[in-house]
């Protein structure tokens, strides 16, 4: 409080969830759907601002799947509702907001020959959203749409018997930013028996959202000419499979630019602005071991590290080192 004294405040977190899942095929056809919804607490520190909210989520997808063209080629075809509600119960700071998505991808599977396999396909998405400002005069602070389009192609070859190829490339074309392609390649080895090297390059994109452009709350403003997020990784790897013992170990390194964040810096109202860039690396090691058929133990851990443009350590909400262990 004002006289330095420390004030503890008892809160009750409600944490629950209940959902639904149905999954159903007939012959090609198969449709999938969900519904979870989430009730949770929310605290903002640097505001002191704290509440209960609500999330829900629906989902549905159908698809025809497995049509085959010709003895090389098959396609599937699938189209995607994904809806989300979000409601801070009527507290700061007064967020109500609805939003769907739908997605519509035609995807091909190409195999030429024994050693090639070939995937290509496109997609179209289109999003709409609105938040409502739920204060003493309720009002729209963001609405709006977003339609963007995907193109991509993957192709893995058998160069040797103990030799693979991997390449690729996915095209996004989002309104209002530029046609971007994003690259991926790989490779991977066997130099003997069991034992594989890999070593992997992608590079992955991601379009702000309608509210990270275009929303007007009171205390926070969104930015119509950000630019999108774009990561790059490299991973190497050496795995064995001996049957009844697998395991491998794993670095990897991301680097992660012009990450969309709210800036505080100039106070009230906040902004969205491409402010950040991430480096993160690490390694990760997992076993197996089937002691009989009915007993399998597993295990791995992680350690990893990251840093900001700041010079700033620790940066992601990912722990520096973990463990797991499964029977």
Do not use: C
Request: charged share 20%; net charge negative; glycine share 10%.
């Amino acid at each position: 409080d004002a006289s330095g004294n420390v004030v503890r405040t008892q809160m009750t977190f409600p944490d629950k969830g209940p959902g639904s899942f149905v999954d159903m095929n007939y012959k090609h056809l198969r449709l999938t759907a969900s519904y979870n919804e989430w009730q949770n607490a929310f605290f903002i520190p640097d505001i002191q601002a704290f509440g209960l909210s609500t999330s829900k989520k629906r989902f549905a997808n159908l698809g025809y799947e497995d049509l085959k063209v010709n003895d090389i080629w098959r396609m599937d075809f699938n189209t995607t509702y994904s809806g989300s509600d979000f409601d801070t119960g009527g507290v700061w700071p007064f967020v109500e907001r609805h939003s769907y998505e739908m997605v519509t991808e035609w995807t091909n599977f190409i195999n030429p020959t024994d050693k090639w396999n070939l995937v290509a396909g496109g997609l179209y998405d289109h999003m709409n959203g609105h938040e409502i400002y739920t204060a003493a005069t309720p009002m729209v602070v963001s609405h709006g749409d977003l339609d963007s389009f995907a193109g991509y192609v993957q192709s893995d070859y058998w160069a040797r018997p103990d030799l693979k190829l991997i390449a690729g490339v996915q095209a996004n074309k989002v309104k209002r930013i530029d046609l971007n392609a994003s690259p991926r390649a790989g490779v991977i080895f066997y130099p003997m028996e069991k034992v594989s090297l890999k070593a992997n390059y992608g590079q992955a994109f991601r379009a702000p959202s309608i509210n990270e452009t275009g929303l007007h709350h009171p205390v926070l403003q969104g930015s119509p000419d950000l630019n999108f997020e774009k990561v790059d990784t490299v991973d190497i790897g050496l795995n064995y499979d001996g049957g009844k013992v697998q395991g491998g170990v794993d670095g990897f390194y991301s680097k992660m630019r012009n990450l969309i964040f709210q800036d505080r810096s100039q106070g009230i109202p906040f902004e969205y602005k491409n402010l950040g860039k991430v480096e993160q690396r690490g390694v990760e090691a997992e076993g197996k071991y089937y002691a009989t058929r009915e007993w399998m133990l597993l295990g791995s851990t992680l350690h990893q590290t990251s840093q900001d443009q700041t010079g700033a350590t620790a940066v992601t909400p990912i722990a520096s080192f973990g463990t797991k262990a499964g029977v």
